[in-house]
Nanobody
Framework: VQLQASGGGLVQPGGSLRLSCAAS????????MAWYRQAPGKQRELVAIISDGRTTTYVDPVKGRFTISRDNAKNTLYLQMSSLKPEDTAVYYCSARIGATTLWGQGTLVTVSS
């Protein structure tokens, strides 16, 4: 399975974006999928996780603003981001855990600036 993230771009503070992560194969049996981000000069950090049972977990800075979801029929992972802040600026990566292996998408840049 390969992952392809898209949907990044330039958005003003307070705006919204939806990121997508299309998988080349079925994600139905992938237990854990997640979004990470890496801001300039910082380490990659977890943003949100979703299990195959649709249980979701968010890091505190994005709680109430971001929503992670998955559509197994479309083999796609999503991240709906709203009330964006300049500190959300980062390259966003999708990931999928298959057994002991973590797969990564190529990243999509989100820039929040006026």
């Amino acid at each position: 399975v390969q992952l392809q993230a898209s949907g990044g771009g330039l958005v003003q503070p307070g705006g919204s974006l939806r990121l997508s992560c299309a998988a080349s194969g079925s994600i139905r049996n992938i237990n854990v999928m997640a979004w990470y981000r890496q801001a300039p000069g910082k380490q990659r950090e977890l943003v949100a996780i979703i299990s195959d049972g649709r249980t979701t977990t968010y890091v505190d800075p994005v709680k109430g603003r971001f929503t992670i979801s998955r559509d197994n029929a479309k083999n796609t992972l999503y991240l709906q981001m709203s009330s964006l802040k300049p500190e959300d600026t980062a390259v966003y990566y999708c990931s999928a855990r298959i057994g002991a292996t973590t797969l990564w998408g190529q990243g999509t840049l989100v820039t929040v600036s006026s």
